[in-house]
């Protein structure tokens, strides 16, 4: 029942995504990036923190997932990307690699992971994100 639920969200989030201009998206995830890197700080991570990393992650991941699925949605994606500097582009995006660490270690209690699994899936997304643009 959990993993219908997650589909039918999953499925309504990446069809609203569709109508959200990229460059909308873009400063979407950059203020949910700067939340989860304000929140990585406050230790122990409680429901706002876990909250914030969940939100950040999952808006990577289902954009790597829609870019990874929709041939149309990948053109159009590499097309509003030419002519930008795809190093800044990414540093807008993406969290860096020391505060993914952190929040990683802060996740990880006694080999148990608390966070939601969207945050370990980083290097997997950049992958995606840099295939989309090749």
Same mark, same amino acid.
């Given at each position: 029942?959990?993993?219908?639920? +997650? #589909?039918?969200?999953? #499925?309504?989030?990446?069809?609203?995504?569709? /109508?959200?201009?990229?460059?909308?998206?873009?400063? /979407?995830?950059?203020?949910?990036?700067?939340?989860?890197?304000?929140?990585?700080?406050?230790?122990?991570?409680?429901?706002?923190?876990?909250?914030?990393?969940?939100?950040? +992650?999952?808006?990577?991941?289902?954009?790597?997932?829609?870019?990874?699925? /929709?041939?149309?949605?990948?053109?159009?994606?590499?097309? &509003?990307?030419?002519?930008? /500097?795809?190093?800044?582009?990414?540093?807008?995006?993406?969290? &860096? @690699?020391?505060?993914?660490?952190?929040?990683?270690?802060?996740?990880?209690?006694?080999?148990?992971? #608390?966070?939601?699994? @969207?945050?370990? &899936?980083?290097? @997997?997304?950049?992958?995606?994100?840099? @295939?989309?643009?090749?």
């Amino acid at each position: 029942m959990k993993k219908i639920i +997650f #589909l039918l969200l999953f #499925l309504m989030t990446v069809t609203g995504c569709r /109508d959200q201009s990229l460059q909308n998206w873009a400063r /979407d995830i950059e203020a949910k990036k700067r939340e989860a890197i304000t929140q990585s700080l406050v230790v122990p991570y409680r429901q706002a923190q876990h909250e914030a990393f969940r939100n950040y +992650f999952r808006a990577l991941t289902e954009m790597a997932y829609q870019l990874k699925t /929709d041939n149309g949605f990948r053109i159009k994606f590499k097309a &509003s990307l030419r002519g930008v /500097d795809l190093n800044r582009y990414y540093e807008r995006v993406f969290i &860096s @690699e020391a505060n993914w660490q952190t929040i990683l270690q802060g996740c990880t209690k006694n080999r148990f992971f #608390l966070c939601a699994e @969207e945050v370990r &899936s980083l290097e @997997e997304v950049k992958r995606v994100f840099e @295939e989309a643009v090749r």
